[in-house]
């Protein structure tokens, strides 16, 4: 479950979120839209315990953090390791059997650059490791931010593909995104403007 409740952030003076309320059931693949700057990340933030709201509440709080899966904008891979490596790494620190990395990587059309390091590829190519690192855990929540922002359109059918079966495998999936292809996908849309969701 993914949930705000009356979620307020004011960043310098400036309201950005002004009593948000949503809620992702297990399950559902819900999407966010909303003008650029209209707050999508750092509702995005709160919501997986990077930042702390001014008031309200969130979900997944600390207790079901492990659970919880985040794609930042910024990636996050892991320099020093391969790509490969980048998306063992939860099964790894969770003490799982390492299993499904390649095919992962094959159905995301980077299954040749596995051995490569996040620097020896392209920013889109990037992306897609650390979606595959999202989902590899089978998290019960997934947080992603403008998850095919640097893919092409092939490229794009096959992450929004992946996150679908996450959703449709039992987690609850929120997607920040301007994309059409992705909201296409989602079983609700939620718009992000002046402060609320709606
Ligand atoms: N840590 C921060 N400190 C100061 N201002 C911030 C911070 N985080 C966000 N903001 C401000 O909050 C507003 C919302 O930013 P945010 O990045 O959440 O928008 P967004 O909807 O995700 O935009 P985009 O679609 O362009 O990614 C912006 O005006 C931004 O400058």
């Keep these: 479950m993914i949930e705000a409740c009356g979620v307020h952030r004011t960043f ?3 309201s950005v979120l002004r009593g948000v309320d949503l809620a992702v059931r ?3 693949l819900v999407t966010l839209s909303g003008p650029s700057g209209s707050g999508k990340t750092a509702l995005l933030s709160l919501l997986c315990g990077f930042d702390l709201p001014d008031r309200g509440s969130v979900l997944p ?3 079901s953090w492990s659970a919880c899966a985040v794609l930042p904008q910024s990636l996050g891979l892991a320099s020093e390791l391969t790509l490969e490596e980048n998306v063992a790494l939860p099964l790894r620190l969770a003490g799982r059997e390492v299993a499904g990395v390649t095919e992962l990587l094959a159905e995301l059309g980077i299954g040749h650059l596995a051995a490569r390091f996040p620097a020896q590829v392209s920013f889109g190519q990037q ?5 595959a690192r999202a989902v590899i855990a089978r998290p019960a929540a997934l ?14 059918v096959a992450a929004v593909g992946l996150l679908r079966r996450a959703a449709d495998e039992g987690a609850a999936v929120l997607i920040a995104t301007h994309h059409d292809a992705v909201h296409e996908a989602a079983d609700r849309v939620l718009v992000l403007a002046d402060g609320q969701v709606s």
């Excluded at 992306?127 to 979606?131: D, F």
């Excluded at 403008?146 to 490229?155: G, I, W």
């Design 127 to 131: 992306q897609r490791a650390a979606l």
């Design 26 to 28: 297990a399950g559902e």
């Design 61 to 63: 709080g600390p207790a």
């Design 143 to 156: 947080l992603a931010d403008e998850p095919t922002a640097h893919l092409d359109a092939v490229s794009a």
């Design 12 to 14: 310098g003076g400036v």
